[in-house]
Every structure is written in structure tokens, then in C-alpha cells.
């Protein structure tokens, strides 16, 4: 009985390890920064659901942990652990953003397709306000790192302000890297 509480006990810990992101919140604005993770149930993907629900939240694609920390100026970090099929989003709260986001620059990450052989996506989206820089770059080697600095950093980078999904064509401001967990940098003023 003990040896197996022990073996369960291993087991849990090892994918505690190796089952979900990183996330690596820096701060190079000159003022303090209130990082938020939010989730975006469900009314921007399905796949957000349970299948076959009819709308009732996935937690496997929720994170529910504790909201970052107030990160302080110039080369504050902190790191947070997000669950493997995160949908979701990462801004500054400042009072001016709605609750999730709304009105204010924010990284948008979907990672629920990352299967070992399956994309998971990634932007930056200042499609309802440009409010800061930000930058997201992965560490695998593969998806490439995004920067928008202000409002013209051009379609490559980001979602302009007040564009529909088809202002930049194609989606080109969305990148995306391979399958697995990884570890993610956000920062706020790059
Ligand atoms: C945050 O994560 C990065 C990447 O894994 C690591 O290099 C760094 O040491 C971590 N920082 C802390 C404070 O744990």
C-alpha cells in the first residue's frame, strides 16, 4: 500500500514537471505593470467548449492559478505555469481594459492544438486600442518572436487598431510553433 502511494506520488510530481508551459512575464516599461491572464470562454472558439455542451466551459483550455503579480519597472519578471491547451489572453491591466482585455494591446495565444505534430498560434492584437509595446517570443526555435512598438509595426507583427480579422489579410499578424510545451516570453514595453 505505501509503495504504491509512493509510486503515485512520483508520477504526479514528474508531469507536475513536464506538463504544462512557461510563462515568462518582463517588464521593461518605466512604470509598474498588472499582469493578466485571462481566458476566453467561450465566445471566440468553440473549441473552448466541452465538445458536444453546448457552451460549457473547457477547463483543460481555462487557466485557473494565480493572477501574475504587480511586476515593478524596468526589468521586473516573474514567471507563471499555464496549462498545455491554454486559450487565452495576456495584457496590463490598467482600469482603462475591460476584463479581458477589451480596449488594450494584449498577446493572444492558442495553444490547444499542440499535439506533438499540431501548431499551436499565437499574436498580438491591438485590433481594439493600441495601449502599449509588446513583444511574445517562444523558445523552441521554430515560431518567430513578435514585436509591435506602436501602432504602425505593420501587419507582420500585429492586428492594427480597429481592424476586423480580414484588415491584415490572411491572418498574417497570427504565428505559429510547434506542438509541446514551452516556455513563453511576454513583454510589456519592448
Ligand atoms: C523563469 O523561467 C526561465 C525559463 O525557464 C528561467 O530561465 C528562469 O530562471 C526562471 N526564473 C525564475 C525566477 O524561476
Redesign the pocket.
Known sequence: MLKLITSTVLISAATLVIADH?F?LHNQCNYRVNPKIVNVNCGYSPRCDVPGSGGVPNPAVSYTGPQPRTLGVNGD???MTVNRDWNGRIFHQTGKCGAKGESCTMAEFNLDTGGPWSQQSYDISNIQGFTMGMKIEV?DGVGPAVTCSNIYCGCLNAYPPGTDFSGCGNDWPVKGTSGGDK?WTVTFCA
Open positions: 512557461t515568462v519578471n516573474t514567471n523558445n516556455i
